[in-house]
């Protein structure tokens, strides 16, 4: 018979890589970057629905819970003075609207000390791409002639929008915190001018 031998392969096997070699080390590099990069994109998509809650305190200087709510519907809740341009409008006694983007809340439950505040058209298109939203703010006594705020945001992000979890978180805080600060202000000029007055009228014969 005739003995046919098949050829050498042609194929070469692949030397592994030297860690030493700069190739390497930057192959590595750019290796582990990709995966940086994949992880986070995956982490922005994977579904997510964590409620949030954003808590803010302030004291009141020689501010009565009664005097500091009506303090806050005059100049939060009828002016609120936000890190942008804007301008609220008043739908009717209990709505407003602020614009840009848009925004509209409503007060649905109210005592002579707290209210309770939502916001109707939550979306990315008004900048506040929350499923649901509350807002309770309290005055509480802490001393005679001294107010407490309590300030409670709950927000509930939509499923699977980590992007939107994170600007609701912090856009919220950065809001109701300067409002709050705001606030504080408000009362402590409201304060001086009492005394003032006080002050004229005890001068007067």
């Known amino acids: ?31 582990r970057a990709a995966l940086g990069v994949a992880c986070g994109a995956w982490s922005l998509l994977a579904p997510v629905s964590v409620a949030l809650r954003i808590d803010v305190t302030r004291r009141l200087p ?3 819970p009664r005097a500091a709510k009506a ?21 009717d006694s209990k709505r407003r609207v602020v614009v840009p983007p848009g925004l509209v809340e409503a007060i649905v439950a109210e005592t002579p000390t ?3 505040y939502t916001v109707e058209n939550p979306s990315w298109a ?4 929350a499923l649901r939203h509350r807002g309770d703010v309290v005055f509480e ?8 705020l309590r300030w409670r945001v709950d927000v509930e992000p939509r499923a699977g929008d980590r992007l939107g979890a994170w600007w609701l978180e912090n ?12 606030l504080v202000r408000r009362c402590r000029r409201l304060s001086e ?11 007067l014969p």
Do not use: C
């Open 1 to 31: 018979g005739i003995d046919i031998q098949s050829p050498p392969s042609q194929i070469r096997k692949r030397e592994p890589m030297d860690r030493r070699d700069p190739r390497s080390v930057a192959f590595a590099m750019m290796s």
């Open 62 to 64: 020689a501010m009565s």
């Open 71 to 91: 303090a806050f519907l005059d100049e939060i809740w009828r002016k609120a003075t936000l890190p942008v341009p804007h301008v609220v409008i008043g739908l």
């Open 114 to 116: 707290s209210l309770t």
């Open 126 to 129: 008004t900048l506040y791409p």
């Open 141 to 148: 006594r802490s001393a005679p002639g001294a107010a407490v």
């Open 171 to 182: 856009f919220t805080a950065l809001v109701v915190g300067r409002l709050a600060d705001d």
């Open 193 to 203: 001018i009492t005394a003032e007055d006080d002050g004229e009228r005890s001068a």
